[in-house]
């Protein structure tokens, strides 16, 4: 069974930055792109990013640009999520999600990680 | 970007009903749609794709139907493990992917 682990996340002031961390496991995590979606409190799911298999393609949500960077390390299984320059907008439980091989919606997610951004 | 619109926002179902749930799209999808169930405190969980292929483990009472810019969510013989909200998801247009906002299946 595909499994997705999240690490990372907090609470930050307006301005700082965290990184976010998934590690996927029982599937081969360097065959397939990778997202990240966030929901902000009491809201809907919103797509953040996402990256290719190999990483070297990358997009972003226009809200998030510029400001966030996905990466990943096949070596490792892991997706990374590098947020800087955090404000209170981006408040929100953020997953990790894996696409099919060959279709655009997300079969696995991870647990969620709450972000907070306050002051 | 491709606008995702669901109805109704809130659905009350007596157990053993169906439910009938609708995702429109601004633009044409083709068959390019999913549907996520997320009960709270959950991730997501993927429903049906390609609008109307049912994911591994997901009970027969789950059919989806559509194509181009109307879509159908039907649990028939609805169970209360069925409450949730449920979110459509369109992945023709990219990026960015988008959702709808979501229907809240209430058990009455």
Redesign the interface.
Known sequence: EVRLLQSGGGWVQPGGSLRLSCVGSDFTFSSYAMSWVRQAPGKGLEWVSDIASAGFTTHYAASVKDRFTISRDNSQNTLYLQMDNLQAGDTAIYFCAKPGLTSWSFDSWGQGTLVTVSS | EIVMTQSPATLSVSPGESATLSCRASQSLGA?L?W?Q?KPGQ????VI??ASSR??GIPARFSGSGSGTDFTLTISSLQSDDLGVY?C?Q?RG?????????TKVEIK
Do not use: E, K, S
């Open positions: 390019d999913a996520y997320q991730a997501p969980r993927l794709y390609d994911a591994t979110y998801q992945y990219w990026p960015p992917w988008t959702f709808g906002q979501g």
